[in-house]
């Protein structure tokens, strides 16, 4: 047989894929990874402005799993209302990440998010205030996070409402949702993905050809291997309080082809009670987050391990890299588990008793450290020192440094009496991972040569560069997957996607 060239070689395999291909419906159309909230705000922009979509979905229910549906719904910008003025969310941002967020994602973000809201209200969301925090005022209506539990926690809410109405208005539009299809490869020619080769759930391998392929399949919380090599030790070990399904495929499929990935060591997600691991009437709420940053969080040695006023996400995050993540503990008393245990959405005190969690109860520290299983003496010291630092105003200066700043999910340290004293086994809760593809303000992939992936775009939870970082920093996954998203498909329109939503041009192309 005669040799051939790699060109001739990326020629042939594109030939034989037309040959096989399932069309995806125009030269000049977008194929969607994922049927989230970014893949699908993208599909309806890509429609209006022009362009011919398919999505394709790994997921073959109707209601089909991801965490766009069983959200709380909950759009904000580190916390703030999102039509807070551009320039206080970009300070918030900056400050939730301490600077690790890109500055150019941050401005598409900050900038486009009031505006973005707006476009999905005028696309079949009911967006209303949904409970008295600041940053509750632009919530997916019927509103969730009203009972605890999963169960009740999405049907019919709003979330879930709104993706049937996404779906619905894009095969209105003529754009397809294909359910059972996975994808497993990219297309690539001269350097520029023109598709994907897809399984279907009956085990049929297609081909759908594109300008411009858009992952938007999410992380790889649900991906045990990534997950040890990248978060935990034991994967097993983590309460998985969302859908679980993001299986990394979008941000292999990227790194086959030479993209960059970044911040695959952080997730968001809340601090659990252990029971969580196997409770559905545990998560995604009650969350033990104020607690824990208020009190002591230790390991198996009863010694403390972690910043615990940096807050929940980062404590959830520390909580999953522990040898033995389920041997942790909140260490209180119970001033503190009256008070601030009734505090935040869904408190957890009483719930998480009441649904049959464990929580300890001793008249002294010794006794605690008896039921609880952990080391008397080291326990007593970390209470002690931790209570000293406190009292003298220093707990920076701890052999692990507490911060004192109060946040939405963190609560300044406050003094442990060591009577009347309680106890609660923690685990991590993840719900999406914060690393990924590494972009450009323009959603566009960024290989390891710093230059973009012509025809290949990622939004979402595929992407790194909003979140994550040393400080596990959270900014708002909803907000993040509907600005990018809308910022994807109006690149490939050739929209300007720095501006407002803007109106297609004739400069298409990923």
Known sequence: MRPVSAAQAGAMLMAAARDSAVDSGASDGLVVVGGGLAGLTAAVRATELGIKVVVLEAGTEIKYPTNSRYTGGVFHVAFLDVHTDPAKL????????????????????????????RWLGNHGATIGTGGDLKFMKNMLHPYSLQVPGFSKHWPDKGADRLLAELERQLIAAGGRFLRGARATSLLMQDKRCHGAVVRR???????????????ADGGFQGNREMIRRYISPRPEALCQRGAATGMGDGIRMAQAVGAQVADMDRFYGHVQCSEALTDDQLWP????????????????????????????????NAIARQNDPLKTFVILDNVLWESIGKQFLLPPNPTIEERGATVFRAAGLRSLAHQTGLPAGPLESTIDEYNRAVQCGNPGALDVPRTGESSTLGHPPATISKQGMVAIPLCAGITYTMGGVIIDNRCRVIDRDGR??????????????????????????????????????????????????????ENRGG
Not at 90 to 103: I, K, M, N, Q
Not at 104 to 109: D, H, P
Not at 201 to 215: F, N
Request: hydrophobic share 45%; glycine share 14%.
């Open 201 to 215: 759930a009956d085990g049929r391998i297609e081909t759908y050809l594109a300008s411009a392929v858009l992952l």
């Open 90 to 117: 970009t300070t918030a941002v900056e400050r939730a990440t301490a600077g690790h967020a890109d500055p150019g994602l941050t401005a598409v973000l900050t900038q486009r998010i009031s505006t973005a809201v």
């Open 452 to 505: 973009a992936i012509q025809g290949l775009l990622a939004a979402g939870s595929t992407i790194a560069g909003l979140e994550g970082g040393p400080a596990s920093g959270y900014i708002g996954g909803l907000a993040k997957a509907l600005v990018l998203g809308l910022t994807a498909a109006e690149q490939v329109a050739g929209a300007d996607p720095s501006g407002p939503l803007g109106e297609r041009s």
């Open 285 to 316: 709420y009650p969350i033990l987050d104020i607690v824990a940053s208020a009190a002591v969080v230790v390991d198996s040695t009863g010694n403390r391990f972690t910043d615990e006023g940096l807050g929940g996400v980062s404590i959830a």
